[in-house]
């Protein structure tokens, strides 16, 4: 499997709208889109019970069917991912539900995922870092992944963003950056850069497992 992982400093920063155009624009890959994410609400009235279970052992893995709904991995779908799956994770509890994510992907030649959380346990052929509009500085703990990321990435009207020395270390804003606008559903370049980065990439080892309270550590390409 080669994996690319788009994070960001914020929601509501784009980052759906960034996987969606990497779908899109290189959708002869196949790809298999993953959202990750801490929020468990939106369930229709027949599942709750399955969602009560499912926090209680602290995450709930589903699989999108349709294309035409509202949330995120709709959107994947409809942008050409031949898979689309949502896990829903209780703080601290991704280690225990990686498994069952593991299993999921297995056979998928090209996968994305929506998380800024997955890097502390898969390395991926490249990290896109989707830089949020609002003029706030970026968390201590997301700054440790900024500095990993291969390529920054704006919605917006323009690069400010990209240069300002309370938001993004100076040392980052070296890297390539590209720039999407909202109404905007491919970016070549960036779909360039990211067919090149795959290109280079080695089929990804997924990390053993040997059970679910499986105790993972920091990467050491994190330190």
């Not at 790809?31 to 052992?57: D, L, Y």
């Not at 090209?110 to 968390?139: D, H, M, Q």
Request: hydrophobic share 40%.
């Amino acid at each position: 499997m080669k994996l690319v992982v788009v994070g960001g400093d914020a929601r509501k920063a784009g980052k759906t709208l960034v996987v969606s155009g990497i779908i899109r624009g290189l959708r002869s890959l196949e790809w298999t889109a993953v959202k990750i994410t801490p929020h468990f609400h939106g369930f229709e009235p027949i599942e709750k019970n399955r969602a009560a279970r499912a926090a209680a052992r602290g995450f709930l893995l589903t699989e999108e069917r349709s294309s035409l709904g509202r949330g995120d991995t709709a959107r994947y779908l409809a942008a050409g991912a031949r898979r689309a799956l949502l896990l829903r994770v209780q703080p601290g509890s991704l280690s225990e539900a990686l498994p069952a994510l593991r299993q999921e992907l297995r056979g998928a030649r090209f996968a994305v995922i929506e998380s800024n959380s997955i890097l502390n346990y898969l390395r991926p052929a490249t990290y896109l870092f989707v830089l949020a509009e609002t003029r706030r500085g970026t968390k201590t703990s997301v700054r440790r992944l900024l500095r990993h990321a291969d390529a920054l990435v704006r919605v917006g009207r323009s690069h400010d963003v990209l240069t300002r020395r309370e938001t993004v270390p100076r040392h980052v804003t070296t890297r390539p950056a590209f720039l999407i606008s909202r109404g905007e559903r491919i970016n070549p370049k960036l779909c360039q850069f990211v067919r090149r980065r795959l290109a280079h990439a080695e089929e990804y080892p997924w990390p053993r497992i040997s059970s679910p309270t499986h105790e993972f550590k920091e990467p050491s390409w994190l330190h």
